[in-house]
């Protein structure tokens, strides 16, 4: 299965400040999902990013809080914007390939 | 609005006991279902998958049973080890590869020694 590299592993941030999430899968996919679990909860779908095309948000979720890039088809960042406290969390990349879903490690951000 | 319930929200067995967590589903075009192990710090991982066109399915000692007309479908661990103490996700997605997955509220497992 696709192996994702996700960076970094964990952050401590000040509200009011920004935060950029790489994702770097070892092959080329055409559909990369971001992912939202809040402490001890399950997983939220953010956003799915296409090459080539804008990001599509779920309900709840928008582009100026939370901003994909999307360059090429093994690459892909999540900017989480103006942080609050509320935006403690984990946040996972995840790809489909031949074998199912895979999901990177994982961030986990703190704001303080 | 929740797609996949999911249960019991916590799960305590005895080591060598059999583990069963369900889920339940409303989409009834959800067509691929997987289930995920999520240890601490980690993301989650695929662990079994079945599509509804089988009604079971088993790799190892873990086993996927699926009720269409029910909307149902359940893990089974069998002979459950302290190492698989961990969190569990159901998910389910429609046309698999082109949709995202929507996950269940998930199960704490906890296995005895």
């Known amino acids: 299965s696709a192996v994702i590299s996700q960076k970094p592993s964990r952050d401590i941030c000040q509200r009011g400040t920004s935060l950029t999430i790489q994702c770097q899968v070892d092959?080329?996919?055409?559909?990369m999902f971001w992912y939202r679990q809040q402490p001890g909860q399950s997983l939220t779908l953010i956003a799915t990013?296409?090459?080539?095309?804008?990001?599509?948000?779920e309900s709840g979720f928008v582009i100026d809080k939370f901003p994909i890039s999307r360059p090429n088809l093994t690459f892909s960042t999540l900017t989480v914007s103006n942080m609050s406290p509320e935006d403690s969390s984990i946040y996972l990349c995840?790809?489909?390939?031949?074998?199912?879903?895979?999901f990177g490690s994982g961030t986990r951000l703190t704001v303080v | 609005q929740q797609q996949v319930k999911q249960s019991p929200q916590s799960l305590i067995v005895q080591k060598g006991g059999i583990s069963i967590i369900n889920c339940a589903y409303e989409?009834?075009?959800?067509?691929?279902f997987p289930w995920y192990q999520q240890f601490p710090g980690k993301g989650p991982a695929l662990l079994i998958a079945?599509?509804?066109?089988?009604s079971e399915k088993k790799e190892g000692r873990f086993t996927i049973s699926f009720n269409k007309s029910a909307k149902q479908f359940s893990l089974h661990i069998m002979d459950s080890q302290p190492g698989d103490s961990a969190t569990y996700f159901c998910?389910?997605?429609?046309?698999?590869?082109?949709?995202?997955?929507?996950f269940g509220s998930g199960t704490q497992l906890t296995v005895l020694p």
């Open positions: 995840s790809v489909n390939d031949n074998y199912g879903y895979t």
């Open positions: 079945i599509r509804p066109d089988v």
């Open positions: 998910a389910a997605s429609a046309g698999y590869a082109a949709r995202q997955l929507t």
């Open positions: 990013a296409n090459q080539g095309s804008e990001a599509t948000y």
């Open positions: 989409n009834t075009a959800f067509d691929y």
């Open positions: 092959s080329q996919v055409t559909m």
